[in-house]
């Protein structure tokens, strides 16, 4: 065999040269490129802009200043989503449900269809795309662009540099960091960035937490909620400051059980040492303004609305089918609902609310409209919506909160689903990801049920508290 | 003002890039195969978009890209098909992301590699274009972000640098798309065979290494002769590489 000889020569070699060959090579490279690079490379006068990078850098990874600039920047890009969102987000949905909808309501009759293509088709399906456009894309195209700018400027290596400290002493990667910071735009992209870690230990821990990271999917979640019932326990001036000091909330609490999970995980099933890597800190670069707003519009903002309709349609189509389907003299839905509302409860939670949940595994987006649509049907309120398994968005923030009281919605299930919507399990596409970048039935399955425990667990203690406080 | 003299360049029959036509995701039929390699965050990225017309996202932050991104281009009526690898500092280690690169210019043979670097980080960016020069004969130094090194003060004579590296040397700065039109110029002129690289090989080793990677990269050369990288191979097997004793066994990089 000629190949085994090849082998045999190389292991007999690599004796005669004994230990060092990697670092003797390495040695070699690194005086190499500094012949060459010194033959070429001619540094003349001061470094004006490196000391900028250098003062900048100085600041932003302070000690001191590092987290409360870190938390200031991401509330400020968040006060501007939700203040900026509101607005279109009314006009879209005035748009969408107020004229287009009864035009093809009205189209349908004229076609003859019968009432269950109807209602399947346009209560069904067209409602449910509408709902998460008029509701998803203002906050996305403020929030993305705005990310984006930050992220070619440069701040996101730093965000990182921040950050490993605390990662490291979790027993995890400080590029988690980045991955984490993706996970907030998205948690598959997230999942997928993992690749930069090397370790497969650490690379797993970023995987498992990724999910902690709120995605844009739960942003409007958050947002609406924290607007309906925090934003209204305090004066008008205030609500908006008050809600999104709400989010943010939410969001450091995720940051925090990224933490937390991440040492239980190294103490327990995945021990190991920490690995150290090099973290190149790039130089801030003017980001190119419309540039980026134009390719974080069409790249990310667009993309992620096409997966959220692609998810949205059938999904609306399955809540009209299990509210329109009976089961003896009720229907699908509010049969479980009637099942499930007993655990829910428990934990500070509905039926209602479980069941939009499991209706939403494809996409976090489609949560409170499909919430809405339940508890019109099951609490049989009258003068709003327009039947069974119709999404609906109501005129104002404040008819979805009447909407959401008269359904028995206190603020301790406000809470509470802001506190689940950040603990559940990952959408069906995030849970498919892990599959495919960990080829594991064992970890897909503790990452996808490990958040969802905690938060069952979370929100029971937060509702046993309350019962007892309150 | 500059923006608006560089797209009337652009659009002048003179100038080289008017025969470039970009062909997005269309990479169907290619004459040719060209690599992008780097370290991380030096913009291969935005060389990549700039040639292909697509927008494969682009961020200051190393690691942005994790898989390759393939997309095409033609330019004097060939058709080129070109890979953007992940970034890494070196082709020594078993990462993912390197190992994506690594395989790709091993076992890939693209027909030209377009090794892009930092030019305001030059030394630094070195280590991986001379193991990069270790695997592949053909290739081109895309000297980017030279706008950046401008105004870092920092001046780079890329003559005396392409005589050092034995490769076409081409300073771009990507983003406002200068130099573009010279590097596809210069990656036909590899890809076609008009220029000879001649690569610089690592030379501060001890003899005694060197003596073993030379008798090995003989007896390699002997058994598998169309094998271009012979060296490297053998620099590999010295260092105990599973994959690449692996690929001796099997012979993977002779099997097209």
């Known amino acids: 065999m000629k190949t085994n000889k090849i082998l045999n020569i190389s292991n007999d070699l690599r004796w005669q040269i004994g230990e060092g060959f990697h670092d003797k090579l390495t040695e070699g490279i690194y005086s190499d490129a500094a012949t060459i690079s010194q033959n070429s490379v001619r540094k003349k006068g001061d470094k004006k802009r490196f000391r900028f990078d250098r003062s900048l850098d100085k600041i932003v990874t302070s000690k001191i200043w590092g987290f409360p600039i870190m938390i200031l920047i991401l509330s400020i890009v968040l006060w501007l989503t939700i203040i900026g969102a509101n607005y279109p987000s009314g006009l879209l949905a005035d748009l969408l449900i107020g004229q287009v909808y009864p035009w093809l309501k009205s189209i349908g009759e004229s076609l003859g269809f019968s009432w269950w293509l109807s209602g399947f088709l346009f209560d069904g399906v067209y409602l449910a795309l509408a709902w998460v456009i008029a509701v998803m894309l203002p906050p996305m195209a403020i929030f993305f662009p705005l990310f984006t700018l930050l992220e070619d400027f440069g701040y996101l290596p730093r965000v990182a540099f921040n950050l490993d400290h605390l990662l490291k002493k979790s027993g995890a990667h400080g590029k988690q960091a980045l991955t984490m910071s993706m996970g907030f735009g998205c948690n598959a992209a997230g999942v997928i960035a993992t690749r930069i870690i090397d370790s497969p230990r650490e690379r797993l821990i970023a995987i498992i937490t990724n999910n902690f990271s709120l995605c844009n999917g739960r942003w409007p979640t958050q947002i609406l909620i924290a607007s309906i019932f925090i934003g209204a326990l305090v004066p008008e001036n205030f609500a908006g400051a008050v809600s999104t000091l709400a989010v943010i909330s939410i969001a450091l609490l995720g940051i925090f059980f990224t933490f937390m999970v991440s040492l239980f995980l190294s103490k327990t099933m995945l021990k190991g040492e920490v690995s150290s890597f090099t973290l190149e800190l790039p130089p801030y670069r003017p980001p190119r303004f419309w540039k980026t707003i134009y390719t974080s519009l069409i790249d990310r903002t667009l993309i992620v609305l096409w997966r959220a309709c692609v998810f949205a349609a059938p999904a609306g189509a399955v809540i009209w089918l299990i509210s329109n389907v009976g089961i003896g003299d009720s229907n699908i839905a509010n049969w479980l609902i009637v099942h499930l509302d007993g655990f829910g409860l428990l934990i500070g939670l509905n039926g209602v609310i479980l069941l939009a949940y499991i209706v939403a595994i494809p996409a976090n987006e489609i949560v409170i409209p499909t919430i809405l649509m339940l508890t019109v049907m099951s609490a049989a309120i009258t003068g709003v919506g327009s039947g069974n398994g119709v999404m609906f968005e109501l005129e104002s923030v404040s008819a979805t909160g009447d909407i959401l009281k008269a359904g028995g919605w206190t603020l301790l299930t406000a809470i509470n689903l802001m506190l689940f919507s950040l603990l559940h399990n990952p959408c069906s596409t995030t849970i498919y990801t892990i599959y495919k970048e960990t080829k594991s039935v064992k970890w897909t399955t503790v990452a996808s049920i490990l958040p969802i425990i905690l938060g069952f667990i979370v929100c029971f203690l937060v509702a046993q508290v309350w019962r007892i406080l309150m | ?256």
Not at chain 2, 81 to 110: C, H, M, W
Not at chain 2, 249 to 256: P, R, Y
Request: glycine share 6%.
């Open chain 2, 1 to 256: 003002m500059k923006k608006a003299v560089n797209s009337a360049c652009e659009g002048c029959d003179l100038n080289q890039a008017s025969n470039l036509k970009k062909l997005g995701i269309n990479i169907d039929n290619n004459n040719y195969v060209v690599a992008l390699a780097g370290n991380p965050n030096t913009g291969k990225s935005t060389v990549f978009n700039a040639l292909t017309g697509l927008r494969q996202h682009t961020g200051n932050w190393p690691g942005k890209t994790v898989t390759r991104a393939e997309g095409g281009y033609s330019y004097n009526e060939k058709k080129y098909k070109l890979v953007d690898l992940p970034g890494t500092y070196s082709l020594l280690s078993t990462s993912q992301d390197e190992e994506v690169a690594r395989n790709f210019i091993l076992f890939g043979k693209p027909d030209v590699t377009i090794i892009v670097v930092d030019a305001s980080r030059l030394e630094r960016n070195l280590n991986l274009v001379l193991q990069i020069l270790e695997i592949t004969d053909k290739a081109v130094l895309c000297l980017n972000l030279m706008d950046e090194a401008k105004r870092l003060d920092i001046e780079i004579d890329d003559r005396t640098l392409a005589r050092d590296l034995g490769i076409p040397v081409v300073p771009t700065s990507a983003r406002s798309k200068e130099g573009i039109p010279e590097l596809l110029n210069t990656v036909h002129q590899v890809a076609t065979g008009e220029i000879k690289c001649k690569p610089h090989r690592i030379k501060n080793v001890p003899k005694n290494i060197n003596n073993a990677i030379e008798k090995l990269s003989l007896e390699i050369q002997e058994t598998y002769p169309n094998v271009p990288n012979s060296r490297w191979i053998a620099l590999r097997l010295l260092d105990g590489d599973e994959r690449i004793i692996e690929a001796v066994k099997t012979g993977e990089f002779i099997s097209e």
